[in-house]
């Protein structure tokens, strides 16, 4: 095999060369340069320490990307995505970067893979990413969950639900609203405390001239949100409810008005 070099860095510049490795080594998934760029230098922990592209004759064939981040009073080393050219896997490139990596991660509390908080590229490994399972396993990395995303015909939902869902949630002092500037503080403070791993996505949110998300109010009070639009065009989420508040219809009604 050719000598390959790794450095730890990823310039904006070389952008397009990722796409184009990511896409066309990602059967199942595509991700558009606005939307990788996001994922990779929009990410609050973002750091080039933790980037690992790897070349031959100037040519980038492999990529990880990770970050360092305290999570839940842990230390995490989140390796957020990793692949390799088809045409040079089985060649041991997959375990140099790990290889670096996890000495980079040797004193985090845990080195997880996929389901970085806020900016993930996917929120797992895809089971039908066989050799990628494969892989991970030889490695000694142990699935501890399940993370799942569906996706859906939207010219197919009734949306003329919504009207008669938000008339019976008016007459129990519930509104739907979308996000306005006065809203910004009570809602972020509001995620803080019931799904502080959101924060990030629904501060993200306001970034549009028209914040991307709907807030479900109780007597005026912050109870439930729902994001759409925020991590890419067409993605729905995150999704939350007060405890105290379900099974009421608003996770429906703020489901509906989302993809609407």
Same mark, same amino acid.
């Given at each position: 095999?050719?000598?390959?070099?790794? !450095? =730890? /860095? +990823?310039?904006?510049? @070389?952008?397009?060369?990722?796409?184009?490795?990511?896409?066309?080594?990602?059967?199942?998934? !595509? =991700? /558009? +340069?606005?939307?990788? @760029?996001?994922?990779?230098?929009?990410?609050?922990?973002f750091s080039d320490e933790y980037i690992i592209c790897g070349y031959i004759n100037n040519e980038l064939i492999s990529f990880l990307c990770s970050v360092r981040?305290?999570?839940?009073?842990?230390?995490?080393?989140?390796?957020?995505?990793?692949?390799?050219?088809?045409?040079?896997?089985?060649?041991?490139?997959?375990?140099?970067?790990?290889?670096?990596?996890?000495?980079?991660?040797k004193f985090c509390d845990e080195i997880r893979i996929m389901d970085s908080v806020p900016c993930y590229f996917q929120p797992g490994v895809d089971v039908r990413y066989t050799e990628a399972i494969v892989f991970l396993e030889s490695l000694g990395y142990k699935k501890i969950g399940e993370n799942i995303h569906l996706e859906t015909d939207i010219t197919k939902i009734d949306f003329s639900l919504i009207e008669s869902l938000e008339r019976?949630?008016?007459?129990?002092?519930?509104?739907?609203v979308q996000g306005t500037t006065e809203l910004y503080q009570p809602l972020v403070a509001w995620i803080r405390q019931v799904f502080p791993a959101w924060e990030y996505e629904v501060s993200f949110s306001y970034k549009a001239k028209q914040p991307q998300?709907?807030?479900?109010?109780?007597?005026?009070?912050?109870?439930?949100?729902?994001?759409?639009?925020?991590?890419?065009?067409?993605?729905?989420?995150?999704?939350?409810?007060?405890?105290?508040?379900?099974k009421v219809g608003l996770g429906k009604i703020l489901l509906l008005k989302s993809l609407k």
């Open positions: 095999m050719q000598n390959i070099y790794f !450095k =730890f /860095s +990823l310039s904006k510049t @070389e952008l397009q060369s990722l796409e184009k490795l990511i896409n066309n080594n990602l059967e199942f998934d !595509k =991700f /558009s +340069l606005p939307h990788i @760029e996001y994922l990779i230098f929009d990410d609050p922990n981040a305290n999570y839940k009073g842990k230390q995490i080393g989140w390796i957020k995505i990793f692949l390799v050219d088809k045409k040079f896997r089985r060649k041991g490139i997959g375990r140099q970067m790990f290889s670096l990596i996890e000495e980079k991660f019976q949630l008016n007459k129990q002092n519930y509104t739907i998300v709907f807030v479900a109010l109780h007597n005026n009070t912050v109870v439930g949100f729902s994001c759409f639009n925020t991590t890419a065009e067409g993605w729905f989420g995150p999704i939350g409810v007060d405890v105290q508040h379900r």
